[in-house]
């Protein structure tokens, strides 16, 4: 087997970019500075070494391809092996990408780290949810089921009627019934980092992540921010209105009389 070739050559500073790849580890808590219990996610965000630019005249879109993850060099194929070791990159047991808007200033070798984060930033987080096989309309579909009661002793979970009369004579494409559930890309919007260990490589991420435990999850700057409501000028008229109609304070008497 080839020895891997050292890069020799210097590694530029990483641009500014809010997005990683981590496994999400388990739910603990912790105490905020009010001494209130907090419910977070543990992430694990190994370090990222960036092993491939893509660019929009040559792929047709642009981003970063990395690599992380601990891993026996053994249990990789060849064709994966192949690809770190032509840019000297470390043995990753993963290969994502992450979309950036430009591509100026990456370059391979650099690394990203669970430091692109800070406490009080917030984030999406999308991953695959939990597979739970073949399940029934009540828990795949949220149905409410029908009666326990007046003789129906095998139908307390069934989903009901299915199709109409001799008009259409067919079940509507789309019809919620029982079948595979899970195992779907979901994504949880705006959440809250609060806690950042980069001597760990870990994230603390306020609130519940989907997928199972020691599943990959992706995690990017939020696109919902919270919107500024801005008071409507008949508010403010509204509010003039009552400070004209409060009676005037009593004058003051002048000391020495």
């Given at each position: 087997?080839s020895?891997?070739?050292e890069?020799t050559?210097?590694?530029?500073a990483l641009p500014?970019i809010?997005a990683?790849w981590?496994?999400?580890?388990?739910?603990?808590?912790?105490f905020?500075?009010a001494?209130?219990?907090?419910?977070?996610t543990v992430?694990?965000?190994p370090?990222a070494n960036?092993t491939e630019?893509l660019?929009t005249?040559?792929h047709?879109?642009?981003?970063i391809?990395?690599a992380?993850g601990?891993?026996r060099?053994?249990?990789?194929?060849k064709?994966?092996?192949g690809i770190?070791?032509?840019?000297?990159?470390p043995?990753a047991r993963?290969?994502r990408?992450?979309r950036?808007?430009k591509v100026d200033?990456f370059?391979?070798?650099?690394t990203?780290k669970?430091d692109?984060?800070?406490?009080g930033d917030f984030?999406d987080?999308?991953g695959t949810?939990?597979?739970r096989?073949?399940?029934?309309?009540?828990k795949?579909?949220?149905?409410?089921?029908?009666?326990a009661?007046?003789?129906?002793?095998?139908?307390a979970r069934?989903?009901?009627?299915?199709?109409a009369?001799?008009?259409?004579g067919?079940v509507f494409?789309?019809?919620?019934?029982p079948?595979?559930?899970?195992v779907?890309?979901?994504?949880?919007?705006h959440?809250e980092?609060v806690g950042?260990?980069?001597?760990?490589?870990?994230?603390?991420?306020?609130?519940a992540?989907?997928g199972?435990?020691h599943?990959?999850v992706?995690?990017?700057?939020?696109?919902k921010?919270?919107k500024?409501r801005?008071?409507?000028?008949s508010?403010?008229?509204?509010?003039?209105?009552?400070?004209?109609?409060k009676p005037?304070?009593?004058?003051?008497?002048k000391?020495g009389k």
């Amino acid at each position: 087997m080839s020895e891997v070739i050292e890069n020799t050559t210097a590694v530029s500073a990483l641009p500014k970019i809010k997005a990683i790849w981590g496994q999400k580890l388990g739910m603990t808590q912790i105490f905020g500075d009010a001494g209130q219990i907090i419910p977070v996610t543990v992430v694990h965000v190994p370090p990222a070494n960036v092993t491939e630019v893509l660019t929009t005249a040559k792929h047709g879109y642009t981003a970063i391809r990395v690599a992380f993850g601990a891993i026996r060099e053994k249990s990789l194929n060849k064709a994966r092996l192949g690809i770190l070791k032509k840019v000297s990159a470390p043995i990753a047991r993963w290969n994502r990408e992450i979309r950036v808007e430009k591509v100026d200033g990456f370059a391979v070798g650099q690394t990203l780290k669970a430091d692109v984060f800070a406490s009080g930033d917030f984030i999406d987080v999308i991953g695959t949810s939990k597979g739970r096989g073949f399940a029934g309309a009540m828990k795949r579909h949220n149905f409410r089921g029908g009666p326990a009661t007046h003789g129906q002793s095998d139908r307390a979970r069934a989903p009901g009627s299915s199709g109409a009369n001799t008009y259409p004579g067919r079940v509507f494409k789309g019809k919620r019934f029982p079948g595979h559930f899970g195992v779907d890309t979901t994504t949880v919007q705006h959440l809250e980092v609060v806690g950042v260990k980069p001597e760990q490589d870990l994230l603390l991420v306020k609130g519940a992540l989907p997928g199972p435990n020691h599943s990959l999850v992706y995690i990017r700057q939020t696109k919902k921010y919270l919107k500024v409501r801005v008071a409507h000028p008949s508010e403010a008229k509204g509010k003039a209105k009552k400070e004209a109609a409060k009676p005037a304070a009593p004058a003051k008497a002048k000391a020495g009389k």
